[in-house]
């Protein structure tokens, strides 16, 4: 075979290596996106988990494994509380107990005696007069575009460093959460997109509400995202959240700071019960009407993925809205907030009059691609926006905000506590809870 400039022109050899060059070039700048590598691995700065009235957890992953030192000191600087790993391990929680309710703390993550991380929390205050602030969010587990090249030769040490950005609308999020300073916060599901694999976390979740997690609890809900690998495992081995006597595990929960009680459910259908409605026999349900029954909280704020009503693409849940609501409107729950819907909605009637109803709050605009709304019967407020709500409580009075990212206000809500039908009727199925409601100032 013979290469040469035109027809008929001699074999000119400095053309073939050209060609051969460029082409060579191509093959090799192409492998560069080829996704041969494996994910880069996760690690995490220091985050808080399941602080209590006189203990709390700090959490880090780490690249390999490794053995790491807590110490928790008091406003005073007084060491308190220590605890280190008995082993090398990636997945540290560090837990110190013996604190005091409702005060202000210190903490400082070590390894081998350098500090790798250091943040500081307050404990949960045991007295109901004591205010309580929270925020909530759902659906915040939108990724940038580089994620989905991180195991491509080209970005895989640019992913693997952190030197690429999260998204920017989580990221937005995480900030006024942080900015905010809740006592702790709420997530209302779908962590992590598309498979609730640690491999997204990072970018995910860790990074853009690093600056959050570092000095207030997350407690998260599992959403559908977050179980279509392994089932949720993936997710679960990521917090240390506390476990229920129903199902052994966290994939339910309840906790208690000051006057809220929060009882989070898990109602993604990975319990083999009842088809995976969830009524009565169904392991969410037991576990809430056992909560629901024994506890006196003067708030109590439910919390599970799915929307019982829809004014988006979801549309309403039968199962919930026939066992959840009469179920939660019998003790007299203070909210039921959810979110798999990627916008705000209100459903519920105006607190006060005749036919007032628990408001179902859906709180998805965490950062994915947003979804359309419709007006609904029912619905008092709906907005196509990216979001996040806080939760303020003060006595006898529960005030929730939607927050738009540009600071703007989508939708108040404030509730009260006090005398009334709806007191009695606590009274009649919950003697302790509304003796710790009529004791509200």
Not at 103 to 132: C, K
Not at 310 to 335: I, K, N
Not at 406 to 424: K, Y
């Given at each position: ?11 000119n ?61 008091d ?32 903490y ?12 500081e ?15 909530f ?10 994620v ?8 895989h ?79 679960l ?12 595990d ?113 709180s ?17 407020k ?50 302790a ?9």
């Amino acid at each position: 075979m013979r290469l040469s400039n035109a027809p008929g022109a001699a074999y000119n050899p400095s053309v073939a290596n050209r060609i051969l060059r460029r082409a060579l070039w191509v093959v090799a700048f192409g492998v560069l996106w080829l996704p041969v590598l494996d994910d880069p691995p996760l690690f995490s700065g220091a985050y808080l988990q399941n602080v209590t009235t006189d203990g709390a957890t700090v959490a880090m992953i780490t690249g390999s494994p490794t053995r790491l030192a807590l110490e928790v000191r008091d406003g005073t600087g007084g060491l308190v509380g220590a605890a280190s790993d008995a082993a090398d391990v990636r997945r540290h929680g560090l837990r110190v107990e013996g604190l005091r309710p409702g005060e202000q703390y210190s903490y400082v993550l070590t390894e081998d005696g350098t500090e790798l991380a250091a943040g500081e929390f307050h404990t949960a205050p045991a007295s109901d007069a004591a205010p309580v602030r929270f925020a909530f969010v759902g659906d915040s587990g939108g990724q940038p575009w580089w994620v989905w090249l991180q195991t491509a030769p080209i970005l895989h040490l640019p992913a693997r460093w952190h030197w690429l950005p999260p998204a920017g609308t989580v990221a937005a999020v995480g900030a006024a959460i942080a900015d905010y300073g809740p006592d702790f916060v709420l997530h209302l599901g779908d962590i992590v997109y598309p498979w609730g694999r640690h491999a997204q976390y990072s970018s995910g979740f860790f990074r853009p509400f690093g600056a959050a997690i570092a000095r207030a609890p997350f407690y998260p809900v599992l959403g559908n995202h977050d179980v279509m690998d392994t089932g949720g495992l993936q997710t679960l081995s990521n917090f240390h959240l506390p476990d229920n006597p129903v199902t052994g595990d966290s994939r339910c929960y309840s906790f208690a700071f000051g006057s809220v009680r929060v009882i989070a459910l898990d109602c993604t259908a990975m319990f083999d019960a009842v088809n995976g409605h969830v009524e009565p026999g169904h392991p969410s349900y037991e576990f809430l009407a056992a909560e629901l029954a024994t506890r006196s909280e003067p708030w109590i704020v439910v919390a599970s993925h799915y929307p019982m009503r829809s004014a988006s693409r979801q549309r309403d849940r039968a199962d919930l809205l026939q066992h959840l609501r009469p179920l939660l409107e019998s003790y007299g729950a203070t909210v039921y907030l959810s979110g798999h819907d990627h916008c705000y909605q209100r459903f519920g009637s105006v607190p006060g009059s005749e036919k007032d109803r628990m408001p179902l709050i859906v709180s998805g605009g965490g950062g994915k691609s947003l979804y359309d709304v419709l007006p609904t019967p029912g619905a008092l407020k709906l907005a196509k926006a990216y979001h996040w709500c806080s939760v303020e409580v003060a006595g006898r009075t529960l005030r929730i905000v939607a927050h738009a990212l540009d600071g703007s206000i989508l939708d108040e809500l404030e509730l009260q506590q006090g005398p009334g039908p709806a007191l009695e009727r606590i009274r009649a199925i919950n003697p302790a809870r509304a003796a710790r409601i009529d004791a509200l100032d």
